[in-house]
């Protein structure tokens, strides 16, 4: 289904992106379009469609293009391990063989981590209603205009 198949004759969009609903899906057939309407926020992926009334958004929160925490944490413990290895392996039961190699591998996967979660910055849209909070993810720029066209049209009514 495409975003024009479900909005209702004549329903004008004010705004609308290529979006995501999860950090760390960015393939082209987890994308999906959201869009704002006079009345509601519409994010249309695959058939599927969550319709999100602006009478019910109690708040919204918008982060500009901001790098994934936990790819850092991850990848910090994973060079603090891989350092500790290299470091304390001669002491411990480990041969040094088996510490070096842990150490190398637990230093390219931290490296790794961090590459991998500077590749999937995004800046990210949060829409807090009574019941849930919908959360949207963007490597383009444009979703800051989706929170704009929610506070316009909630003004409106």
């Known amino acids: 289904m495409e975003l024009n198949d479900y909005l209702i004759e004549k329903e004008s969009v004010s705004s609308k992106i290529s979006a995501f609903d999860s950090p760390d899906e960015y393939s082209e057939s987890s994308a999906g379009t959201l869009a704002c309407t006079p009345y509601r926020l519409v994010f249309v992926r695959n058939g599927d469609v969550t319709d999100i009334s602006l009478r019910g958004v109690n708040s919204?929160?918008?982060?500009?293009g901001?790098?994934?925490?936990?790819?850092?944490?991850?990848g910090l413990l994973s060079t603090l391990l891989a350092i500790g290895a290299l470091m304390f392996t001669p002491i411990g039961p480990i041969s040094e063989d088996i510490g070096m190699m842990l150490g190398v591998l637990g230093g390219i996967t931290g490296v790794g981590l961090w590459a991998w979660g500077f590749l999937l910055r995004s800046s990210s849209l949060k829409v807090h209603t009574a019941n849930k909070t919908y959360s949207f993810y963007a490597k383009e720029s444009g979703l800051d205009n989706i929170a704009h066209s929610v506070r316009g049209h909630e003004m409106k009514h």
């Open 60 to 64: 919204i929160e918008y982060s500009e």
């Open 66 to 74: 901001g790098y994934p925490n936990e790819y850092f944490a991850w």
